[in-house]
Every structure is written in structure tokens, then in C-alpha cells.
């Protein structure tokens, strides 16, 4: 059974930085799956943050220049740099990966992040 595991979320005042980690087990991504993170703020939908593959990131513009996301193959971990927080970036951060023949099939219980101004 497939696991991703969030955890690095918290309470940090603007200005300030979190790294987020997710943990995969059950399964070891490759290079040829993506994973990333997207985000839930209260009353809003679901938005992507930023995903990675072995030759690519993306990042949504709203956090381009502020957050970075990487990966560990050998731990099969992604993590996600978050500097330069803002409180526009407060909500829960999900973990996703891909699945074998589907896009961000796999999901986290996310990670909640809230930045106080």
C-alpha cells in the first residue's frame, strides 16, 4: 500500500522559512514519476505549488523565486523549501505522485502551514 507521509508544517510569522518534507513508502518513485505539492487554503480549492520530475520543476508564479522543491531518489523523499513566507501562503500542503498511468494519483494527508503577519 502506497503511503505518503507530510510532516515540517507549522506556525512561522511572514518573512520567515519552513521545509516540508514527504516521505514515500510502499512503492519507490522513479524519475519517471512526478511528485509535488499542491495547497488548500480554508474556502478555496485545491492549487497547485510545484512539481518535480528528474530533469524538471514547475512552480505555480505566486511562489516562483520563494519556494524550492527537490527530491531524494535514494530516501524516495520530496521536500519543499519555503522562504519568504507570506500569509497569503497559509493553508494545508498536500504531497502528491504519480501514479502508473495517472497524473498526482497518490495524496498525502497534508501538512498544515500558517504564517501570522
Known amino acids: 500500500q502506497v503511503q505518503l507521509v507530510e510532516s515540517g508544517g507549522g506556525l512561522v510569522h511572514a518573512g520567515g522559512s519552513l521545509r516540508l518534507s514527504c516521505a514515500a513508502s510502499?512503492?519507490?518513485?522513479?524519475?519517471?514519476?512526478?511528485m509535488g505539492w499542491f495547497r488548500q487554503a480554508p474556502g478555496k480549492e485545491r492549487e497547485f505549488v510545484a512539481d518535480?520530475?528528474?530533469?524538471?520543476?514547475h512552480y505555480a508564479d505566486s511562489v516562483k523565486g520563494r519556494f524550492t522543491i527537490s527530491r531524494d531518489y535514494v530516501k524516495n523523499t520530496v521536500y519543499l523549501q519555503m522562504n519568504s513566507l507570506k500569509p497569503e501562503d497559509t493553508a494545508a500542503y498536500y504531497c502528491?505522485?504519480?501514479?502508473?498511468?495517472?497524473?498526482?494519483?497518490?495524496w498525502g494527508q497534508g501538512t498544515q502551514v500558517t504564517v501570522a503577519s
Open positions: 502528491t505522485a504519480d501514479g502508473p498511468t495517472s497524473r498526482y494519483y497518490y
Open positions: 510502499g512503492r519507490t518513485f522513479n524519475s519517471n514519476y512526478a
Open positions: 518535480i520530475t528528474w530533469t524538471t520543476t
